[in-house]
């Protein structure tokens, strides 16, 4: 049951991309009960940058990017700030913990979306993965893909998910060049409205501030020094356990989180344009919601399986209801208006995607 680790060919890989706060989570659960469908949700949200970049690396190197935990999600847990889309942290019974152990990057968001077991299915994976031979990242990540579509009865099409993607295109397009991309996207006031009130993007926007004041481009080049001549309730952030009143109770103008949606589309519609047209295509979020099953149809031919009636039922019954459309118009004028106005280079780049 090796998959792409015996040479044999894996499943397709798609990914949808996509700003976060627009539906996504939902979608990749109705994705998930697809039976032709390898759902690997918020995959690559929980791996560091060089985990697809990097050099050629053998199977043990492979393994640690999967099982070392995410140092900043594993401290928000601590913290008592953690992001509604993780799973592992709900489950009992299970043996890591953020804080005694960690929590291995795979099983935080991507395993218990798979399986009720996902200790026994990160123990089944140890040997496979640690056995594999040097290759580039991206061989290893297709027979990952491999290996989980076996164990999960063969699944035709891996489609990975995650929140805040759209920096990722370049990355993913580069390692997977015939991998197909779903841009899932939402009107913008809206989507910065529910950033503005979500833990992870609040967090997002403390250390893009954090990067900004010290001139960097990563967490990753922050020095002793770079830290201290930040200011206390910056700094604090930093820690491996903080208060969370910082990020959850600090006063975060909603214009700003329009501004991070308008960068964040204009980047990637950019970056997708480099993607050769037959494999790529947006899926509007109000349009999912007011049309599931055409949607999800047209969704289902383009990465490459069937359109299985009783999953069309299921997944528009699953969608009905969960979308909060229209919610931004119940700002203040005053602060819409700026919030549309942060907004505008992000729907025009839409516009012209």
Avoid: K
Wanted: charge should be negative; proline fraction near 9%; include cysteine.
């Amino acid at each position: 049951m090796a998959g792409q680790g015996n040479g044999t060919a894996g499943p397709a890989p798609a990914f949808v991309v996509g700003t976060g706060r627009s539906g996504s989570t939902a979608l990749s659960r109705v994705l998930r009960a697809h039976p032709q469908v390898l759902s690997l949700n918020e995959l690559f949200a929980c791996m560091p940058g060089e985990a697809l970049r990097g050099p050629a690396l053998g199977g043990p190197e492979f393994w640690r990017f999967l099982r070392e935990p995410n140092a900043l999600f594993d401290s928000m847990i601590r913290s008592g700030a953690p992001l509604p889309e993780f799973l592992y942290n709900r489950l009992t019974g299970t043996r890591y913990s953020a804080h005694t152990t960690g929590i291995p990057a795979l099983s935080l968001m991507t395993l218990p979306h798979l399986t009720d077991e996902p200790d026994a299915l990160l123990d089944a994976l140890e040997p496979v993965v640690t056995a594999w031979p040097v290759r580039p990242p991206a061989a290893h990540w297709a027979a990952l893909f491999a290996e989980l579509a076996d164990r999960l009865g063969g699944r035709r099409v891996a489609v990975e998910r995650s929140g805040y993607s759209l920096g990722r295109v370049a990355t993913l397009h580069a390692a997977f060049p015939e991998a197909r991309f779903v841009h899932l996207y939402r009107d913008g006031p809206d989507c910065a409205l529910s950033m503005s009130r979500h833990p992870g993007y609040r967090m997002i926007a403390l250390q893009r501030d954090i990067l900004a004041r010290c001139g960097l481009d990563s967490p990753s080049e922050l020095t002793p020094e770079h830290v201290a001549g930040l200011p206390e309730d910056l700094a604090a952030l930093l820690r491996p356990e903080f208060d969370p009143a910082l990020v959850l109770e600090r006063p975060m103008p909603v214009a700003e989180f329009g501004a991070l949606w308008s960068e964040l589309v204009a980047e990637g519609t950019e970056a997708l344009r480099a993607v050769p047209a037959p494999l790529r295509t947006g899926l509007g979020y109000e349009r999912l919601l007011e049309s599931p099953h055409d949607e999800l149809a047209r969704l289902a031919v383009f990465v490459g399986v069937d359109p299985v009636p009783q999953w069309l039922e299921a997944g528009a019954d699953h969608l009905d209801g969960t979308g909060r459309r229209g919610s931004a118009l119940r700002l203040d004028p005053a602060e819409l208006e700026l919030l549309r106005e942060r907004c505008a280079p992000g729907v025009r780049a839409l516009a012209v995607a």
